[in-house]
């Protein structure tokens, strides 16, 4: 696919998904202030040596906003990484095995599912050490079961497929038959998930952390730097909104990306690998009618 | 509706909803053994929480020992359940007040907060993906389809910090918090909980109006719409005698969810808006280590949350016949 194949949306997408990769990468040369650096009055209006001004203590925001992108996006990354190495495993093995192993890892789920995930963090991270590594397990736990019930639904439509009734009559063994058959099929889905899943957790992360759950000052992060700025607010300085908004265009960057790389797969040069598959399947954002089956909504923060 | 009527005579609606609410039941009791186990049985013991790492041993043995965290888990289990039923919350560590009637008026705070942003929301919502499924393709369902997108990815802190710069601070037409207190005039509290209602609608309306759209787009497309539409019948007519009754129960199953995180997801905007409801209680219960506080919010919290999901679980199972056989 070149450059020439992009709509105007998607070149516009795929820039600001650079630039936000580029903050993460290269925030130490990026930054032109270390982020705890103060450099000046607190909430200066911006000026030629603060572009986007100063924080509630005086630190460069524009700083700040770089070093906070590279935490908010590491943290989010580790913990969807984990959801998914757990989500994946647990859903295709509930899946495709079936039985009193798929019946104890869904009402597992079930409990989990059965109060939204912002209030199980908010309980176990209450006297837990919010440190990095605790906060990634926890938030990567919690979506895992998300991923999970994906996976399971994929692993069984898969799973009555002709070619895996063949492996198995062929005496495949299950870790064969999941890492052969099972995975390349269900990769589509699952990447568009993962993009999902990725968007979720970092509204839920900068959620908690602006509620003072997550990632602990000084250390920057976007739910963090609303927190600390929102006082300025009533003075009229929208230092807070910046967080919110980096946030926000990120994930629609990622999803403008998803649904073009989705509609790409299913356009009918490239026929998808399981008939019917593509269509009955959810893709793309949060707002398709998938999630209209109980766990839709809690999502956001829930 | 004839086979309905069978049907229901056959399996009878009070054994399915007696099913359903004890289902319920159990995953609160599940939950509230979690919530209990999840702050109890963590690493990191309740009484150094509370007192700091520094803590002499003999304060932390009398705190202990007032906090009752001698007795083995299993019967502080009971004890708290116990109170839980009776009513009693137990006392707060922070304050030493009793928890059940700050929680009761703290609960109340949110429902009323949630009710008026879903008197608003839902009707909008059900207008506009009507609207929307009825004209699609037209510039204004694109609009929604673009706005819900965008919308599902705005934090509320962002959301609600825009409309206080602009409502509050530049505009001076509202109050930027919502602090509402007990004797409160109804219309001076609604004035109040202008900013934070706009802001909850504009975090669920979105998501209930593309669900009703799609709902409603998915039935259009069946066979007996299109047979209803070649037959002669208006569209009107179609739309109420074939689309809708059909419609209903992932319309409905979509509202309940976006109430229930209206009630339950509401923490964040609370303490945007320094809203004295049942979320900015459990925030402040975790900042101050108050642990009675924070169990009792999550565990209101939660039974709120499962049945407000059993109402939407008994209302598509009344509005569709069909889903009354499926298991």
Not at chain 2, 161 to 170: E, G, K, M
């Amino acid at each position: 696919m070149s450059i020439k194949h992009l709509t105007a949306a998607e070149l516009v997408a795929a820039a600001g998904l650079c630039l936000f990769l580029a903050c993460t990468l290269l925030a130490p040369w990026l930054a032109p202030y270390p982020p705890d650096q103060v450099v000046g009055f607190s909430w200066a209006a911006p000026s030629q040596s603060a572009w986007l001004g100063t924080d509630n203590l005086g630190r460069d925001l524009l700083s700040r906003l770089i070093w906070g992108t590279r935490i908010s996006l590491v943290v989010t990354l580790a913990a969807a990484l984990i959801a998914f190495a757990l989500g994946v495993l647990l859903g295709f093995i509930a899946g495709l095995r079936g039985g009193w192993i798929d019946q104890l890892i869904c009402r597992c789920s079930d409990v989990v599912m059965s109060i939204p995930t912002l209030i199980w963090a908010l309980i176990v991270l209450s006297l837990l050490p919010k440190t990095l590594p605790m906060i990634i397990l926890v938030l990567g736990l919690i979506e895992a079961n998300r991923v999970m019930r994906v996976a399971r639904s994929l692993a069984m439509d898969i799973s009555t497929q002709g070619f895996v009734e063949v492996a198995r009559l062929r005496g495949e063994r299950l870790r064969w038959i999941l890492w052969r058959e099972i995975f390349p099929n269900a990769l589509t889905v699952l990447l568009a998930e993962f993009a999902m899943r990725f968007i979720f957790i970092m509204l839920f992360l900068s959620a908690l952390s602006f509620l003072g759950l997550g990632i602990q000052p000084p250390t920057p992060d976007w739910g963090g730097l609303a927190r600390e700025n929102k006082d300025g607010i009533i003075f009229g300085v929208w230092a807070a909104l910046l967080p919110g908004l980096a946030l926000a265009c990120l994930a629609v960057c990622i999803n403008v990306i998803v649904d073009g790389v989705l509609s790409r797969r299913s356009t009918p040069g490239a026929r998808p690998r399981v008939p019917g598959l593509s269509a009955a399947l959810p893709v793309s954002s949060a707002v398709d009618v998938q999630a209209a089956d109980a766990e839709g909504v809690g999502e956001k923060n829930g | 509706m004839v086979s309905a009527w069978i049907d229901a005579a056959r399996r009878p609606l009070p054994r399915l909803i007696g099913t359903r609410l004890a289902l319920s039941l159990l995953m609160l009791l599940v939950v509230s053994m979690l919530i209990f186990a999840g702050i109890q049985l963590l690493p990191g013991d309740a009484a150094s929480a509370i007192l700091g790492q520094s803590a002499t041993p003999a304060a932390r043995q009398q705190l202990e020992l007032r906090l009752g965290l001698d007795q083995p888990a299993l019967s502080r289990y009971l004890s708290w359940l116990g109170g839980m039923l009776r009513g009693d919350f137990g006392v707060s560590f922070s304050s030493g007040q009793p928890i059940a009637a700050a929680l009761a008026y703290r609960l109340n705070n949110t429902l009323f907060l949630a009710g008026c942003t879903a008197l608003i929301a839902v009707p909008l919502a059900l207008l506009i993906g009507l609207w929307s499924a009825l004209h699609r393709g037209s510039v204004l369902d694109r609009g929604l389809n673009a706005l819900t997108r965008a919308a599902v990815s705005l934090p509320e802190f962002f959301s609600g910090y825009l409309l206080i710069l602009v409502f509050a601070i530049w505009l001076g037409w509202l109050p930027s918090s919502a602090a509402v207190f007990g004797e409160m005039p109804l219309s001076t509290r609604l004035y109040f909980i202008a900013l934070p209602c706009f802001t909850l609608i504009l975090a669920v309306l979105g998501h209930m109006a593309n669900m009703t759209r799609a709902a409603l787009l998915a039935i259009q497309q069946e066979s007996y719409v299109e047979t209803a539409r070649l037959k002669g019948l208006s569209p009107w007519c179609v739309l109420r005698c074939h689309v809708l009754p059909n419609a209903w129960p992932p319309i409905i199953n979509v509202i309940m969810l976006n109430l229930a995180y209206l009630i339950v997801g509401v923490v964040i905007v609370e303490n945007v808006f320094v809203y004295p409801g049942l979320g900015q209680y459990m925030i402040d219960g975790i900042s101050k280590r108050d642990i009675p506080v924070i169990q009792a919010c999550g565990l209101v919290l939660a039974a709120v949350y499962i049945a407000l999901n059993l109402l939407a679980d008994l209302l598509s199972i009344l509005a569709n016949p069909r889903l009354r056989h499926v298991d």
